[in-house]
């Protein structure tokens, strides 16, 4: 159990143009998923924590114009990379949070999206 | 809030060898600790939590971690590494009834045959 997807697997697209990516759990609900962005090499950087039926949250420094998060269901998260450039090229990974007992959460993670924005 | 070091950047070990990586966590309650391993252009898989009760806790594909307080470290041991083992693998910290999870720097894994 415990199964998260995410589509596309990898993109690449034109600069300028706008691009989504889905997050779903497939075996259980979760009111919250959280988005993180990975570069080579490097360690997870959280950017946003996406709520079913309300805002996200969004760490210091990422703009929320341009990474919009949608939260429209209990199994589904999108991120939408708004007018990507190449610097917005990387690993996108979400991951969704099941309760497992009392105070006891786990992040289950997508195989996450490779990115590449020309 | 609560912080994670992975003091090894990269380890190295032959197969069949034994492994043991290291986590020391900061957070002043007890923390909820996980490791996660990453293989090159894939996702994380969760191997291995712990949240209360036996510090000595078993995971996925033969690891383990032990929880030592008094040390606040969380390390990964695996008594006899394969070749597939070899991946990025990543401590993390998180608290009761919080979003904040922190990650640590990871650790890449090479196998010798």
């Known amino acids: 159990g415990a199964v998260v997807s995410q589509h596309p697997s990898w993109v690449i697209c034109k600069s300028g143009t706008s691009v989504k990516i889905e997050c779903r759990s497939l075996?259980?609900?979760?009111?919250?998923m959280f988005w993180y962005r990975q570069f080579p090499k490097q360690s997870l950087m959280l950017m946003a924590t996406s709520n079913e039926g309300s805002k996200a949250t969004y760490e210091q420094g990422v703009e929320k114009d341009k990474f919009l998060i949608n939260h429209a269901s209990l199994t589904l998260s999108t991120l939408t990379v708004t007018s990507a450039h190449p610097e917005d090229s990387s690993f996108y990974i979400c991951s969704a949070r099941r309760r497992e007992g009392r105070l006891a959460d786990t992040q289950y993670f997508g195989p996450g999206t490779r990115l590449t924005v020309l | 809030a609560q912080s994670v070091t992975q003091p090894d950047i990269h380890i190295t070990v032959s197969e069949g060898a034994s492994l043991e990586l290291r986590c020391n966590y900061s957070y002043g309650a007890t923390p909820y600790l996980f490791w996660y391993v990453q293989s090159p252009g894939q996702g994380l898989q969760l191997l291995l939590k712990y949240f209360s009760g036996d510090t000595l806790v078993q995971g996925i594909k033969g690891f383990e971690a032990e929880f030592k307080r008094s040390q606040s470290s969380f390390n990964l041991r695996k008594p006899s590494v394969h070749w597939s083992d070899a991946a990025e693998y990543f401590c993390a910290v998180g608290a009761p009834l919080s979003n904040d999870m922190r990650f640590g720097a990871g650790t890449r894994l090479t196998v010798k045959p």
């Open positions: 075996d259980f609900q979760a009111t919250t």
